[in-house]
């Protein structure tokens, strides 16, 4: 089955950190940029952060710039997100999603054009 699962989400006071994982199970994921949406409760989802096929090229959101770090291990076939200073507004269900790529040169933060898409991790940020 072809799926991509994320864990690592959780309650944490604010200025803390939390890691979250996207791994896919079914398909090699170094053919695939991936990309961390989130969405907030009563907002649209938004992209945050993604990372190329190889991890040569990475985008993040304003929001988040400076405090969120996309990495991945392909040979774990997994990918990460590093979250850090975090505040009461980042409080979301966070979601990976992965699109094929040809090349190590780009990564997408738009919900259009994404093959795989997990179930989301929850994350609570409040003191």
């Known amino acids: 089955q072809l799926q991509l699962v994320e864990s690592g989400g959780g309650l944490v006071q604010p200025g803390g950190s939390l890691r979250l994982s996207c791994a896919a199970s079914?398909?090699?994921?170094?053919?695939?940029?991936v990309a961390w949406f989130r969405q907030a409760p009563g907002k649209e989802r938004e992209g945050v952060s993604c990372?190329?096929?190889?991890?040569?090229?990475?985008n993040d959101a304003d929001s988040v710039l400076g405090r969120f770090a996309i990495s991945r291990d392909n040979a774990k076939n997994t990918v990460y997100l590093q979250m850090n200073s975090l505040k009461p507004e980042d409080t979301a269900v966070y979601y990976c999603?992965?699109?094929?790529?040809?090349?190590?040169?780009?990564?997408?933060?738009?919900?259009?054009?994404?093959?795989?898409w997990g179930k989301g991790t929850p994350v609570t940020v409040s003191s």
């Open positions: 999603a992965a699109h094929r790529v040809w090349d190590d040169s780009m990564c997408a933060m738009h919900e259009y054009g994404m093959n795989y």
């Open positions: 079914g398909f090699t994921l170094d053919r695939y940029a």
């Open positions: 990372i190329s096929a190889m991890g040569n090229y990475r």
